[in-house]
């Protein structure tokens, strides 16, 4: 087993690998460049990718997905649900794509929990619930809390309840 370090490589340095590959062979380009053959091969198979990144960077992460047509639709269905004030969950998110991916015919979909986690980065989503904390009042809160006052201190005279019968104060 090798104990050398694994490295990482522009994609000029790159691209000029392959370029001398396709002209000499990956086995030339092994030696000539220091890098293993599995390497070129694949560094081969990327070209086309390779060409279009920037020739400082080192890896072509965090790509387009490929189920655009379906992340779309299914982005504006959560937003659309958020609107009318339901909420979502990863079970409904994931439930939703799979409908989706028989409509757009793409029997290869999983909507496994990770995809569901990079797809909510993707669009710029999260889970969050609403919460009631800051629901408004309703329109007779005052009514209602003279109404709850009055039954406190009836339900205290029935029962002979004063607090200055029981609290000293002072």
Known sequence: MSTSRRKSYEAGFKL??????????????????GVSE???RGWRKQKDQLKGMSKTKKAARYSVSPYVDLEKELCDWIVDLRNNGLIDTRLSTRTKAL??????????FKSSAGWCTR???RCGLTLRQKTHIAQKLPKDVDEKVQNFAKFVIEERK????????YCKHG
């Open 38 to 40: 599995k390497v070129v």
């Open 99 to 108: 409908q989706l991916a028989q409509k757009y015919n793409i029997p290869q």
């Open 16 to 33: 000029k690998v392959v370029d001398y590959a396709e002209e000499h062979g990956n086995r030339s380009a092994e030696r000539q460049f």
């Open 158 to 165: 029935m029962l002979d309840f004063f607090a200055s019968k």
């Open 119 to 121: 797809f909510m980065n």
